[in-house]
């Protein structure tokens, strides 16, 4: 008689295990050697790295012997790095975050695109992120999802040849603004294995139709880079965790229970005057949240299968208005 053979049991939940990055867009206002010091010295794993200005200005001259001294510095600090593209007002000095792919005319954006995933490649980067960008209002919606289309299989090109991992990351207020958004833009581009998504825990609770957990669940398969930070329903303003109504232990397991090891980076672009002190919250608070989730186990009530949509929920999709520092996204 054949003995029965116990099932193995599952594997542990442990979101401790997850690597914390910080994003320079919160440390604006440091010299960019000072930040990643001061991000290695609180203990982050790793860096959202936003080309900017005054932080790896892709188009300042010597970029080839800047990006090598960035990567020496990112060895040195034992930093993992993603590339962050979000900058204001690196391409045109007058208007936040143009030229997009919608505009009439997008060269200097793909050319900054393309830069950074030449920049992503040469300092190893996880991923490089980027977004749709605002419909202008004197552009269509089938000529704009047209552009965005056509940019973006553009910068996927650069990518496959490059051998860089791209994630796309919807923004409230943005053509591409909700999973939903991502998933058909992947379809449209052919669903390229390199085109993943970027998840603004945050952007979760402001406007998904599901819970900030199963919103993870829903995006696992495709999710190459990760933001986190607090944020209130129907209100696109990034804050400081503890301050919105996000429960983050749920969704530190939920990333912990997709196999998810990428960097989750806090994601605060309005508190450079303070970055030292937020940051320093930041990572023990997670830590805290990530120790809570490995000693709570989940039940099953808690954890929805991908595809299950929340019908019964309140939280139906929201009306997004924008606080005065992230008007007009970003």
Not at 26 to 53: K, S
Not at 107 to 122: M, N, P, Q, S, Y
Not at 146 to 167: N, W
Not at 291 to 314: I, N
Request: with cysteine; hydrophobic share 45%; net charge negative.
């Amino acid at each position: 008689m054949t003995v029965p053979q116990p099932r193995p049991a599952p594997p542990t939940v442990d979101a401790t295990t997850l690597r914390l990055g910080y994003g320079t867009n919160g440390f604006a206002n440091h010299r960019l050697d000072d930040a990643l010091a001061v991000i290695a010295d609180l203990g982050y794993d790793g860096v959202a790295l936003t080309l900017d200005h005054d932080h790896l200005d892709p188009f300042a001259p010597g970029l080839t012997r800047r990006v090598a001294a960035v990567g020496r510095r990112l060895n040195a600090l034992g930093l993992a790095v993603v590339i962050e593209t979000g900058a204001r007002y690196l391409l045109d000095p007058w208007h936040k975050h143009a030229p997009t792919f919608l505009h009439d005319d997008p060269t200097r954006r793909i050319e900054f695109l393309r830069r950074a995933v030449r920049i992503g490649a040469d300092l190893g980067a996880e991923a490089v992120s980027f977004w749709a960008g605002v419909r202008p209002e004197a552009v269509s919606p089938q000529c704009a999802w047209d552009r965005l289309v056509a940019g973006c299989a553009t910068v996927v090109d650069a990518a496959d040849s490059a051998g860089v991992t791209l994630g796309f990351e919807p923004e409230p207020g943005m053509l591409v603004q909700d999973i939903a958004d991502w998933r058909r833009l992947h379809v449209a581009l052919g669903g390229p294995a390199r085109f993943g998504i970027t998840l603004d825990i945050g952007h979760c609770r402001c406007l998904e139709p599901w819970p900030v957990p199963q919103c993870v669940a829903e995006v696992a398969g495709h999710l190459v880079n990760v933001q986190i930070d607090d944020m209130r329903r129907g209100v696109h303003e990034h804050l400081e965790f503890g301050v919105g109504e996000i429960d983050f232990p749920p969704v530190l397991a939920a990333l912990a229970e997709a196999g998810y090891r990428g960097l989750v980076a806090v994601e605060l672009p309005r508190d450079s005057h303070a970055a030292p002190a937020v940051a320093a919250r930041s990572i023990e608070f997670l830590r805290g949240a990530a120790a809570t989730a490995a000693a709570r186990p989940r039940t099953t009530e808690d954890k929805v299968p991908p595809g299950a949509l929340c019908s019964a929920s309140t939280d139906a999709t929201a009306t997004v208005r924008y606080s005065d520092s992230d008007r007009r996204v970003g």
